[in-house]
């Protein structure tokens, strides 16, 4: 009978889920547990641990499981002094496992121990710990948001950027924090979001009314609690900044402004075109500071600029609305005079512009002082393409260095030389009354 009942006792331990050990406890002279030894294990004790029946039965846990450590041991000596359930986690180091070892002392100098491996529920905790580090400590926005757009669950980060509670933003829809100008977009977004997921540029507005871009990537999820579409939002106002900066330096000169080079070109053009169209007239007026190296070696190139960003504005203030400026590098700048009706149309506007810049400036105690050379080409008359016109006006404007500069003059194919702050036009026409 006694055999039967061991035999018993056996098939139900072997045929536990759990690994189980039975241990003698071993004391020294002084009645304290020093280690254990091994009575009996079952079947899934030898898978767990990876040892046979045979190699460990009548052995200590120190001789036959070293792996065990003495951190083992310590733990399990709570066991000796307690009539009340022991449990702690225990990890295997060398195969990477984890197990939830309970312990019960028989009060026989027996103990009796069950391991459950928690591997898999282990890791996942670790990997959800390390998630919610993650997403609470995140420098984008995150937000966990249902399909009719309810925020269930956002991050540090966007309680900051929207200035809201986190209690606050869950009681709201993603849609309450969109600006409302993108809310026809949305349905087409979240439908590709749910398909392969999205990314793409919105505006967001915070609780203080005052809206931002934001770049959003957006794909939908699975969890525990059911199917959610993640947010994970971007701030992108420098971004855009610096995209709206680059932009406008591609158009306009950095120094002073105006439209560079590039830009007064496309300007140009699409006025010669318009002006083919309706049959009109235009001037071209290309200048430069004379003396300018002088100027940047005597002063310093700091003084050169200065005097750049004043020959920049004061043309500008003499022209009209319909005029066009542009710096063409260095301390060359041009104008398009458009809507002429005369030749004293355009011998004001140079008289103003010279009038305006030729001046003495100030600079850190040191005065300077500004000349500019204008020469002038005429469309039709002179040219009917952007960059011969840009030609002409050069050459107009060469004649005028070599007779001293400071005057303006008229291109004419010949160039004869030119009295300043007069026309220089050999042609039969009323300068006052008759166009173009």
């Known amino acids: ?189 979240m439908q590709q979001a749910d398909n392969e997921g999205i990314v793409f540029e ?8 005052s809206s931002f871009p934001v770049e959003v990537s957006a794909k939908s999820t699975y969890t525990q609690d059911g199917r959610f579409r993640i947010h994970i939002i971007r701030d992108i106002t420098k971004r855009k900044e610096n995209e709206e900066k680059i932009a406008w330096l591609a158009k306009y000169d950095a120094l002073t402004g105006i439209p560079n080079r590039a830009n007064f070109i496309i300007h140009l053009e699409e006025e010669v ?32 600029d200065v005097v750049l960003r004043h020959v920049a504005q004061a043309a500008q203030k003499v022209l009209r609305a319909t005029d066009q400026i542009g710096r063409f590098g260095g301390d060359e700048f041009v104008v398009l005079q458009t809507g002429i009706k005369g030749y004293t149309d355009i011998d004001a506007l ?21 000349k500019i050379s204008i020469g002038i080409s005429l469309f039709p008359e002179d040219a009917i393409d952007a960059n011969s016109l840009l030609h002409c006006a050069d050459k107009a404007m060469y004649q005028v260095k070599r007779n001293g500069g400071g005057a303006y ?4 194919p010949c160039n004869p030389p030119c009295t300043e702050n007069r026309l220089c036009l050999d042609k039969n026409v009323d300068m006052e009354n008759n166009e173009l």
């Not at 004790?45 to 041991?73: C, D, H, M, Y």
């Not at 083919?276 to 310093?300: C, E, P, Q, S």
């Open 350 to 370: 140079a008289k103003r512009i010279q009038t305006a810049v030729n001046e003495t400036i100030t600079h850190e105690a040191m005065q300077v002082s500004v």
């Open 1 to 189: 009978m006694v055999d039967s009942k061991d035999n018993c006792c056996k098939m139900m331990y072997d045929a536990m889920l759990e690994g189980y050990a039975l241990l003698k406890i071993m004391k020294n002279a002084d009645n304290e547990p020093y280690d254990y030894s091994i009575i009996e294990i079952n079947k899934k004790f030898e898978a767990i641990v990876g040892v046979s029946r045979n190699e460990v039965i009548g052995k200590t846990v120190g001789q036959a499981l070293p792996e065990f450590g003495e951190s083992w041991f310590k733990i399990s000596k709570s066991v000796t002094q307690t009539e009340a359930m022991v449990q702690f986690e225990f990890c295997f180091e060398k195969i990477d496992r984890y197990f939830l070892i309970s312990a019960f002392n028989l009060s026989c100098d027996k103990i009796i121990i069950f391991i459950t491996e928690t591997t898999l529920q282990k890791k996942a905790k670790d990997a959800f710990r390390l998630h919610e580090i993650l997403f609470e400590n995140a420098q984008d926005i995150m937000l966990y948001i249902k399909f009719d757009g309810q925020i269930v669950n956002a991050n540090k980060r966007a309680c900051e950027q929207y200035g809201y509670t986190k209690q606050q933003i869950l009681s709201m829809r993603i849609q309450d924090i969109r600006h409302p100008s993108t809310g026809s977009e949305y349905e087409q977004q």
């Open 202 to 209: 919105c505006i967001h507005v915070r609780s203080n009314g």
């Open 409 to 412: 003059c008229f291109f004419t």
């Open 273 to 304: 075109q318009r002006s083919m169209r309706n049959g009109t007239h235009f001037a071209v007026m290309l200048f430069d500071v004379d003396k300018f190296k002088y100027i940047n070696d005597h002063y310093g190139h700091e003084a050169g």
